[in-house]
């Protein structure tokens, strides 16, 4: 993760995309071992993606029904490829690209192309940072892990319209931390077979803490503005987190998804590249936040197991 992130300061990736590169190396870490193939075909795939929902915005703009109608489809489709834990990247790749790409894009159609492009390219450095961090650092054989479908709380329409609520939401209102607040609510809707209150607690957990971890970078980045500094603090608090998920344990949910809030937050408010971070962090803090606690409700409210619970106690 501090590679990727690293790497896409260094190079200029994009300052609003640069979060995409540490989330894309979290999540391919915390994945299930995948061959080098499939990884080199993520990049492609999200300019492909890019391009696809530019195309789309760009021609049902004017049709507001039309374009909702295609992002529910788009949106269940990938919840349900989320049950596949080997397929959860592509997964997380189809629900960002089309609930914050389209809000950005109905404003100016202009970007489209350079944001496909700098995607692209925040991918790669992720997928380049895994590998090698991997050639770098070979691991212990790791545990055998269970590619049985996961059983999230929602079905994958429920969570596909609660995006779809969001996505309009954030377009109507234009807040000023859009990505942050929609990722965290994809997030929290692509539960990993827990209950919702446990999902609850973990990403209510993971926001306190990556957002913790984000403000101690920019704190120790304050104090030597440099590409090193950001690489050594990044690298220092995102071992501690990672180090935690490894353990495995009841958990190991909540470290993982702190260092997903990590990624976000250092991406998209902590920046060698913004002279206002401390006020973009907060605000990023409070999206993230925000997006959680409406992941929450929504779980709350049509987790058939809460519902159960309702209707026995009415």
């Known amino acids: 993760m501090a590679i990727a992130f690293a790497g896409a300061e260094a190079s200029h990736a994009s300052a609003e995309l640069s979060f995409m590169a540490p989330l894309a190396a979290a999540a391919i870490a915390s994945a299930p071992p995948a061959r080098i193939a499939a990884l080199l075909v993520l990049p492609p795939l999200a300019w492909a993606l890019a391009i696809a929902a530019g195309f789309a915005t760009q021609w049902l703009h004017g049709l507001p029904l039309a374009l909702a109608v295609l992002q529910f489809a788009v949106f269940r489709f990938g919840f349900a490829l989320a049950r596949d834990p080997r397929r959860g990247v592509p997964s997380v790749l189809v629900l960002i ?21 700098w995607l692209c390219v925040n991918i790669a450095i992720g997928v380049g940072a895994v590998m090698a961090a991997r050639t770098l650092l070979p691991e212990p054989p790791a545990a055998p892990r269970s590619h049985a479908p996961r059983l999230a709380p929602v079905s994958p329409g429920i969570a596909a319209a609660a995006l779809l609520v969001a996505v309009v939401l954030a377009a109507w209102m234009n807040p000023p931390a859009k990505g942050a607040l929609l990722i965290s609510v994809l997030l929290s809707l692509r539960a990993d077979g827990a209950g919702p209150d446990a999902v609850a607690y973990a990403r209510f957990g993971a926001a306190l803490i990556g957002g913790g971890a984000a403000w101690l970078a920019w704190e120790l980045l304050g104090l030597a503005p440099s590409l090193p500094v950001l690489f050594a603090t990044t690298l220092l608090l995102a071992w501690a987190m990672a180090r935690r998920f490894a353990r495995g344990g009841p958990e190991a949910t909540m470290w993982l998804k702190s260092l997903n809030a990590f990624s976000i937050l250092l991406g998209e408010g902590t920046s060698l590249l913004f002279e206002n971070t401390e006020e973009r962090l907060g605000i990023r803090i409070a999206g993230v936040t925000i997006g959680l606690a409406y992941g929450a409700v929504v779980l709350w409210l049509f987790s058939p197991r809460e519902a159960g619970l309702r209707r026995a106690a009415a």
């Not at 690209?97 to 192309?113: M, N």
């Open 97 to 117: 690209v089309f609930s914050v790409l389209p809000v950005v894009l109905v404003r100016a159609e202009e970007l489209a192309t350079d944001l496909a492009w």
